[in-house]
């Protein structure tokens, strides 16, 4: 089974990318954990990984919600 993918800056996770795609669908954090069936601090640390891996922000984060930036929305 895939659970790495290699992308410019390195290695991303499956784990990492499911929690940047289920933050940005239910435009939380909190949310996502949720749908995702895991704790709000297991998707925290996927998306600062991923962020520290692709060296930029992934989430705008704002208390009770997170945005995908703009340049991101675009794609």
């Given at each position: 089974?895939?659970?790495?993918?290699?992308?410019?800056?390195?290695?991303?996770?499956?784990?990492?990318?499911?929690?940047?795609?289920?933050s940005a669908?239910?435009?939380?954090?909190?949310?996502?954990?949720?749908?995702?069936?895991?704790?709000?601090?297991?998707?925290?640390?996927?998306?600062?990984?991923?962020?520290?891996?692709e060296q930029l922000p992934?989430?705008?984060?704002?208390?009770?919600?997170?945005?995908?930036?703009?340049?991101?929305?675009?794609?």
């Amino acid at each position: 089974m895939l659970t790495t993918i290699c992308c410019r800056g390195g290695s991303v996770k499956i784990h990492q990318l499911q929690a940047l795609v289920a933050s940005a669908e239910t435009g939380s954090i909190r949310a996502a954990a949720r749908s995702l069936g895991i704790s709000q601090a297991a998707v925290t640390r996927a998306l600062r990984e991923l962020e520290a891996t692709e060296q930029l922000p992934l989430l705008i984060r704002a208390p009770g919600e997170s945005a995908l930036p703009t340049t991101a929305r675009r794609c």
